[in-house]
Nanobody
Framework: QVQLVESGGGLVQAGGSLRLSCAAS????????MGWYRRAPGKQRELVAN???????NYADSVKGRFTISRDNAKRTVYLQMNSLKPEDTAVYYC??????????????WGQGTQVTVSS
């Protein structure tokens, strides 16, 4: 059974920092691309950042220079360090794991989400 368990969300003032963690079980973590998505009230879910199995990273323009995604394969955990938080970063943040097999079949899993609220 695959589980992605997020932690680290909470309430923080604008300009503050939070570090999200996502612990994975039930998958060969090292071969999965990992990502963080978020859904703000009234908006669609959007990609925040992802990190490939080889370590390549990608960020949404809105978080570049403020957020850093990283992974620890030994701990089967992906992190999102969020600095200089803004009220518009308020959202539920979801962890995502995905990979394609050699037949291009997608394997994708989601965490339950963790709330991040940034007060002005």
């Amino acid at each position: 059974q695959v589980q992605l368990v997020e932690s680290g969300g909470g309430l923080v003032q604008a300009g503050g920092s939070l570090r999200l963690s996502c612990a994975a079980s039930g998958i060969i973590f090292s071969i999965y691309d990992m990502g963080w998505y978020r859904r703000a009230p009234g908006k669609q879910r959007e990609l925040v950042a992802n990190i490939g199995s080889g370590g390549t990273t990608n960020y949404a323009d809105s978080v570049k220079g403020r957020f850093t995604i990283s992974r620890d394969n030994a701990k089967r955990t992906v992190y999102l360090q969020m600095n200089s938080l803004k009220p518009e970063d308020t959202a539920v943040y979801y962890c995502n794991a995905r990979k394609y097999d050699r037949n291009r079949r997608l394997y994708e899993y989601w965490g339950q989400g963790t709330q991040v609220t940034v007060s002005s």
